[in-house]
T-cell receptor, first 111, second 113 residues
Framework: GENVEQHPSTLSVQEGDSAVIKCTYS??????FPWYKQELGKRPQLIID?????GEKKDQRIAVTLNKTAKHFSLHITETQPEDSAVYFC??????????FGTGTRLTIIP | DSGVTQTPKHLITATGQRVTLRCSPR?????VYWYQQSLDQGLQFLIQ???????AKGNILERFSAQQFPDLHSELNLSSLELGDSALYFC????????????FGSGTRLTVV
């Protein structure tokens, strides 16, 4: 089955700087890669996703890049703000298979 | 409101007891997933149902069971509870499967004392 590795497990950045979280996946057939943000005690929420026919997708300060050859995808957050502090999960799936989640990255924005 | 409804929001119970967690998926979603999240841990996949049938099974203990009913709501039954079962239990739903993303409910926080 699919295996998703996520790094780093914790990340601290100064407010205003950029943050990058990286994930690798094992199944080359995977074609859907969402990212979820989970604030403390709350539900995970989808913030951005990308499909395998696209190399990059942006939504305001958030972007995701996909390298199918290397089987890795990354979340980029620019101009970080205190409200970006949360746990971020990447995930991957193929077709009708369930999502396989990474282990999460705790992002802390330092004011 | 995500459209996925989980009840109850909080549950405190004693060791050895049995509880039932309930999930109503978003309208139109056929798949329901259950996840366990212990303190500061990731999302541990328990089980998936699709249109009433078990579709995939994760690291679900034998003391735990689940089902999805004809109206598509799902219940997760936890029995012979232990202290280590204390966690946040999330239900998520999707139209068919993973490749359109999941919508998570707000979770049930279970505390076993």
């Amino acid at each position: 089955g699919e295996n998703v590795e996520q790094h780093p497990s914790t990340l601290s950045v100064q407010e205003g700087d950029s943050a990058v979280i990286k994930c690798t996946y094992s199944d080359s057939a995977s074609n859907y890669f969402p990212w979820y943000k989970q604030e403390l005690g709350k539900r995970p929420q989808l913030i951005i996703d990308i499909r395998s026919n696209v190399g990059e997708k942006k939504d305001q300060r958030i972007a995701v890049t996909l390298n199918k050859t290397a089987k890795h995808f990354s979340l980029h957050i620019t101009e970080t703000q205190p409200e970006d502090s949360a746990v971020y999960f990447c995930a991957a799936s193929f077709g009708n298979e369930k999502l396989t989640f990474g282990t999460g990255t705790r992002l802390t924005i330092i004011p | 409101d995500s459209g996925v409804t989980q009840t109850p929001k909080h549950l405190i119970t004693a060791t050895g007891q049995r509880v039932t967690l309930r999930c109503s998926p978003r309208s139109g979603d056929l798949s329901v997933y259950w996840y366990q999240q212990s303190l500061d841990q990731g999302l541990q996949f328990l089980i998936q149902y699709y249109n009433g049938e078990e579709r995939a099974k994760g690291n679900i203990l034998e003391r735990f069971s689940a089902q999805q009913f004809p109206d598509l709501h799902s219940e997760l039954n936890l029995s012979s509870l232990e202290l280590g079962d204390s966690a946040l239990y999330f239900c998520a739903s999707s139209v068919i499967a993973g490749n359109n993303g999941y919508t998570f409910g707000s979770g049930t926080r279970l505390t076993v004392v």
